[in-house]
């Protein structure tokens, strides 16, 4: 069966430093990748998604970005974070058209 | 672009009864709609999905109606419990490679005993 990872769970970090959340996806191949981040009490918004390796499209212009070195593995970057950064980011996987979108368990980013 | 809007933002229900959840999508190509189920710091968890080309799908107590000409879908929870207590995520997307999910704001769904 599939498995998706991410790392890590929680993360504070203070205001201008960078950002680096990794996602993995076990038991598939080709899998298109989703990030989205959620707000605090807040519904999900996309930021990127890939339907292959080096294929990234970004949803929402901001001072994130994404990349997808291998297959299965997915990384949300950021150079400099803001305090508008801080939230639940979450990654999703699906396979072809049409199919069922699953979620990682989120990683919780406080920027102070 | 695609624009969900969830309704209520709120909803309390005694135990047994009934719950409806109602969203509009603006984009008349969308056809995929899923709802998921979150609870407190948890993940999304899908809990059930209509495509297009139907207009009822049930699972359970679970059921989802959708009206293409109005564009709304509706989640049905019956014979509640309190294990449904949660938030509720509706959202829609085309059918196109990547699904480009669209969510609604959500809605916190409080069982009471």
Do not use: M
């Amino acid at each position: 069966s599939q498995t998706i990872h991410q790392w890590p769970a929680t993360l504070v970090q203070p205001v201008g430093s960078p950002l680096s959340l990794e996602c993995t996806v076990e038991g598939t191949s080709n899998p298109n990748l989703y990030w989205y981040r959620q707000a605090a009490g807040r519904g999900l918004q996309l930021l990127f998604y890939s339907v292959g390796i080096g294929q990234i499209s970004s949803e929402v212009p901001q001072n994130l970005s994404a990349s997808r070195p291998q297959d299965r593995q997915f990384i949300l970057s950021s150079k400099k974070l803001l305090l508008s950064d801080s939230g639940f980011y979450l990654c999703a996987w699906s396979l072809g058209n049409g199919e069922t979108q699953y979620f990682g368990p989120g990683t919780r980013l406080l920027v102070l | 672009g695609e624009n969900v809007e969830q309704h209520p933002s709120t909803l309390s229900v005694q135990e047994g009864d009934s719950a409806v959840i109602k969203c509009t999508y603006s984009d008349s190509a969308s056809n995929y709609f899923p709802w998921y189920k979150q609870e407190l710091g948890k993940r999304p968890q899908l809990i059930i999905d209509i495509r297009s080309n139907v207009g009822e799908k049930k699972d359970q107590r679970i059921a989802v109606t959708l009206n293409k000409t109005a564009k709304h879908f509706s989640l049905h929870i019956t014979e509640t419990q309190p294990e449904d207590s949660a938030v509720y995520f509706c959202a829609a997307s085309r059918i196109q490679g990547a699904q480009k999910l669209v969510f609604g704001q959500g809605t916190r769904l409080t069982i009471n005993p």
